[in-house]
């Protein structure tokens, strides 16, 4: 069977990231989220956590050359002829054109785009009562997806943690640069037939279906 390349795109708490982990997992991805990648940077202080600790804070896109080099290094690590996931990135029509040369280089191409499509008004409620495993990075939310244990990660049983970008007005920016920047992808991928639009507000399980179907 051929490989494949994947790319979820969606406004930050659409739902990306918890589906992604099942996704993956489960359909033999490997999973390669550009936001994860950086914040384990940012925790273990190296230069490029350094470099990009200042502008995930205020919620504007890391500049495109770091990031774009963290993905060739994934894909140099993996070997570029897997089953690739994608979360978080191309976050914009640039990235997406350094991407598409890369993958030249790799001989592989983009398959399908997954858009979870959730509405802005429910995006400050997902993001402000969301925690994170800092070790295996699992999603929770408090009323919709609390853990078992208080506070705890059902697999690690470790503290959960608050993103510190998911404060009220640095969720704002973050929505404004996702509709200026990121969006613009989702016609973009509609225009060569790769699109495929989810439903992001129903359920965690229904949304799981509709992209496994998908893929
Ligand atoms: P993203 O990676 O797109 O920013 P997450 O997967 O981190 O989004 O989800 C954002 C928040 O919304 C988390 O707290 C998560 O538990 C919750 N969540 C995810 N999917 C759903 C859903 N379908 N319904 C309700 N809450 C959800
Ligand atoms: P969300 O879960 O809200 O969709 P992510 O975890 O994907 O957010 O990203 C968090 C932050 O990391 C972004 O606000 C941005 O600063 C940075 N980031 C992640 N991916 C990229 C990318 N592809 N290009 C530039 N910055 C990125
Ligand atoms: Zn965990």
């Known amino acids: 069977m051929k490989n494949s390349m994947i790319i979820l795109i969606g406004p930050p708490g659409a739902g990306k990231g918890t589906q992604a982990k099942n996704v993956s997992a489960s359909n033999n991805y490997i999973l390669i989220s550009t936001g994860d990648l950086l914040r384990d940077n940012v925790g273990k202080r190296t230069e490029l956590g ?8 205020k919620g504007e896109l ?10 060739k290094s994934e894909l140099k690590k993996y070997g570029a002829d897997k ?21 030249i280089d790799f001989k592989r191409d983009i398959d399908k785009v997954i858009y979870i499509d959730v509405d802005d ?13 800092p070790k295996c990075k699992r999603v929770y939310h408090l009323k919709y997806n609390p853990p078992k ?6 697999d690690c049983n470790v503290s959960l943690i608050i993103r510190d970008d998911d404060k009220q007005d640095v969720i ?16 973009y991928y509609k225009g ?7 439903n992001g507000e129903n359920n965690p399980q229904d949304v799981y279906k509709d992209i496994a179907s998908a893929l």
Not at 149 to 154: A, P, Q, R, V
């Open 50 to 57: 350094l470099k990009a600790k200042s502008f995930m804070d």
């Open 83 to 103: 089953n690739f996931l994608f979360d978080g990135f191309p976050r914009n029509l640039t990235q997406n054109e350094l991407l598409k040369k890369m993958l």
């Open 121 to 133: 008004s429910v995006i400050y409620d997902r993001l402000t009562n969301r925690r994170v495993c």
């Open 62 to 71: 890391v500049p495109t050359d770091l990031v774009v080099d963290m993905i």
């Open 192 to 198: 060569v037939n790769k699109l495929v639009a989810i």
């Open 149 to 154: 244990k208080d506070n705890l990660c059902d």
């Open 172 to 187: 704002k920016k973050r929505l404004e640069v996702y509709h200026g920047q990121t969006a613009p992808l989702i016609e």
